[in-house]
């Protein structure tokens, strides 16, 4: 101990020089949990990761100059800094279609008021001061929760409880492992991810939308989860021991939110009585590149 603590010493002179090298050198607290398979999405203000539904992002600000004339540092506008940067990341995240969160909000005051709070919720992971007295705060808040319950479709509603007896009917009947999820692998498609994914099959027909889904599961898990690796999807608890593995062939929609999958999988999709249930659950894996 007496020989850590003498090489420590001749490395860092001062518990404060200590302290910046450690924040610049050593992982940010918090950011263990980004993984390789994570789906991350970079912008201006910051960064989605859109696998663990959160937002990341760094706010700035220089020292200030009290009535003495001595620099202080000003954590309080690196903290202002992010949450206006949150605010900005958060606007932009599209709902469906071509519809952001920003032009949903757009003249109703309680949305926008709720997305603030989002961003005043956010957690600090990382508090950096340079020797100049510069600030540099990180800071992470969750889409999970009361973000999306802010933002998901109206049309995404509770659904009773389901009768345990129809699920059951098909997988006695066939012999078959019941599926326990799904998962969609859109990797070769233009496809950027969403909060409100939906599926349809060739003939239009609606596989996985509002209709499927509970929105007490949308709102703490998200519609679907976004995982950028097979091997890793199939291990996820989201969707279960016995997922069931698709492509999707094409998009659709504005902006290419709606997911096509082929006349035979959305058949095996429709005879699995299962499905009602981890549909409802929103077990479900969207397979990106991103």
Known sequence: MKALVHTLGRVCVTLWTCFLIINQTGPALGDTDMESYHCMMSLDQGTI??????????????????????????PGAARADANRRLIEILKQITIYNDLTVGQFAAGNDDIMAGIEKTARDAVIIRQYYTSALDVELTVRTRLLGGFLQLVLPDEIRQIPKINPDILSETPKESGKIPYTGLILDVRKLDFDP????VIVSEQGGTIYSAVFISREFAVQHGVCKYMCA??????????????LVIKGLRTSGKKNTAIVISTADAKQIEQSTERHLFLKQCRVIFLTGN
């Open 49 to 74: 990761n859109w696998t663990n539904g959160t937002v990341t992002v760094t706010g700035k600000a220089p020292p200030i100059i009290n009535p003495d004339n001595i620099h202080e540092a000003d």
């Open 194 to 197: 969403v909060l409100y994914p």
């Open 230 to 243: 097979m091997d890793n999807a199939l291990q996820d608890p989201r969707v279960g021991s016995n997922p």
